[in-house]
């Protein structure tokens, strides 16, 4: 399924100009990185509604319909895709058809929906109070999102900037906003697996997003590409890019799995730490700052600052309140 999508995409990228696909924000998903944010949900029950927001031609989509064929006992999925280009447009859906014949062929069914429209203006308004998506046909909640967002930074007179305004202040880039409505659809207990730039975890500009997004989902898993040319030769990727996993909130995780990979192989070729999870999100001034580190001895000095940070505070606090006494 996902060869055949990369076949797909491998023509579209040979007829389209590069340029205009980055002006656009498209960066397509290598299939290594594909299959690695597939493995990364948790158990897939009988039933399963999955977003992929920024479809593309239908890449993750498919690297996940090929970890459902792998099951033995029978799925049944329910894909609501979103792509707003017509030129990809003809491409997707020969992808999602033969991921559903594939599927069928495994004893498994594949429903999708294809909505081709902005994601962000179909949907942003669920972030406000109202249900996204009713006016889409989209009436269930997520048991799953799997996206890798466009990124580019919008004007903040922009109809996307205007509806998200309350969410991403200042220089908002358009990825940030794909989170936060993919978190409003979430069951609870639902799973956002996403690979976008790294900016949003200490970024001035996304300290309110921070604070609505983890006041909504825990973070379970980070992956650290250490080689970002080498990962996304092909794509010619700037930006440093990073894959989360995060679930609605019913308890928060304790811990954060914290992985890093050289190259493609990102399923073999890595290497794994627990982190406990006040390690790595930080809330002083409820900034929820992601404090990223990549080896133990980073995160020796990182602890050892936060220690003396909290005895300075502590010390300040004591002589705050000596004085007004």
Known sequence: MLDHALELQHRFESSAAADERR????VFTPPEVARFMASLFGTIPSEYV??????????????????????RSPRTVTAHVFENDPELMPLLKRALDNCKRALSEAGHTLNYVLHAEDFILAASHGVNGRRPFDEAGFGADCDGVIMNPPYFKLRKDSPHAKLMEKIV?????????????????????????????RSFGNGLYFRGFRRWYFDRVALDQIHIFQSRSETFKHSKVLQESIITKVHRLG?????????????????????????PASDIIGNASGDCVIRITEDEKEREIMRAR??????????????SWHVSS
């Open 50 to 71: 999955l977003l992929d927001p920024g479809a593309g031609i239908g890449t993750l989509t498919a690297a996940f319909c090929e970890r459902i064929g792998k099951l």
């Open 23 to 26: 002006q656009q924000g498209q």
């Open 169 to 197: 202040h200042g220089q908002p880039n358009i990825y940030a906003f794909f989170m936060a409505i993919a978190a409003r659809r979430l069951k609870q207990g639902g799973e956002i697996v996403a690979i976008t730039p």
């Open 251 to 275: 308890s928060p995780s304790p811990t954060v799995a914290v992985t890093t990979g050289f190259g493609v192989d990102l399923i073999k070729g890595r290497q794994h730490s627990e982190i």
């Open 306 to 319: 936060k220690g003396v940070r909290n005895r300075n505070r502590a010390f300040r606090t004591i002589g």
